[in-house]
T-cell receptor
Framework: DQQVKQNSPSLSVQEGRISILNCDYTNSMFDYFLWYKKYPAEGPTFLIS?????DKNEDGRFTVFLNKSAKHLSLHIVPSQPGDSAVYFC?????????????FGKGTLLTVNP | DAGVIQSPRHEVTEMGQEVTLRCKPI?????LFWYRQTMMRGLELLIYFNNNVPIDDSGMPEDRFSAKMPNASFSTLKIQPSEPRDSAVYFC?????????????FGSGTRLTVV
């Protein structure tokens, strides 16, 4: 039973355009949501996060939106750059007070074409 | 800061052999995690240590898996005996408890192949 779902295995975007990566979750107990980026042969690296009490968090080109009623979050990258090409994982924590435990989606491969 | 250091980067072993994966967390971090990544299940938490004490090992697949953290700067994940279905990438990560919004720092992983 997947509690965090990324339904698009891949996404291809032109350089300079917006990339929108989506994530759905089923557990209303989650308190924190995070996005990680992963390059081949490397570990995931933390990108941006949002607390469940907020609906938006912005950091440079990256913005995460949270819609609690829909149990949906998205990551916007504007403008997209070729160096953004990577696998993006959505993660959530806070289930039953277990803030340490991240539950990951299976990832979306983003390809930004020059 | 060298980040989280894992060794070896790659391990190929025969079924039935013992495998030991190693991790050095970031100095000052008091939480350590072992994750496993497979195509079928994605990234899943195996075990979590806080201040060198195992807090949650509910993700450890079976008794063949064991993990230790003898001190704040070292942890091992052992599989004995190994089986082909254990083939995966194993990640170690560390963080400071209470910094959930800052995420973990992951190592580069150990790619394990059991033949």
């Amino acid at each position: 039973d997947q509690q965090v779902k990324q339904n698009s295995p891949s996404l291809s975007v032109q350089e300079g355009r917006i990339s929108i990566l989506n994530c759905d979750y089923t557990n209303s107990m989650f308190d924190y949501f995070l996005w990680y980026k992963k390059y081949p042969a490397e570990g995931p690296t933390f990108l941006i996060s949002i607390s469940s009490i907020k609906d938006k968090n912005e950091d440079g080109r990256f913005t995460v939106f949270l819609n609690k009623s829909a149990k949906h979050l998205s990551l916007h990258i504007v403008p997209s750059q070729p160096g953004d090409s990577a696998v993006y994982f959505c993660a959530a924590s806070g289930d039953g007070g277990s803030n340490y435990k991240l539950t990951f989606g299976k990832g979306t491969l983003l390809t930004v074409n020059p | 800061d060298a980040g989280v250091i894992q060794s070896p980067r790659h391990e190929v072993t025969e079924m039935g052999q013992e495998v030991t994966l190693r991790c050095k967390p970031i100095s000052g971090h008091n939480s350590l995690f072992w994750y496993r990544q497979t195509m079928m299940r994605g990234l899943e938490l195996l075990i979590y240590f806080n201040n060198n004490v195992p807090i949650d090992d509910s993700g450890m697949p079976e008794d063949r898996f064991s993990a230790k953290m003898p001190n704040a700067s070292f942890s091992t994940l052992k599989i004995q005996p190994s089986e082909p279905r254990d083939s995966a990438v194993y990640f170690c990560a560390s963080s400071t408890l209470g910094t959930e919004l800052q995420g973990y720092t992951f190592g580069s992983g150990t790619r394990l192949t059991v033949v």
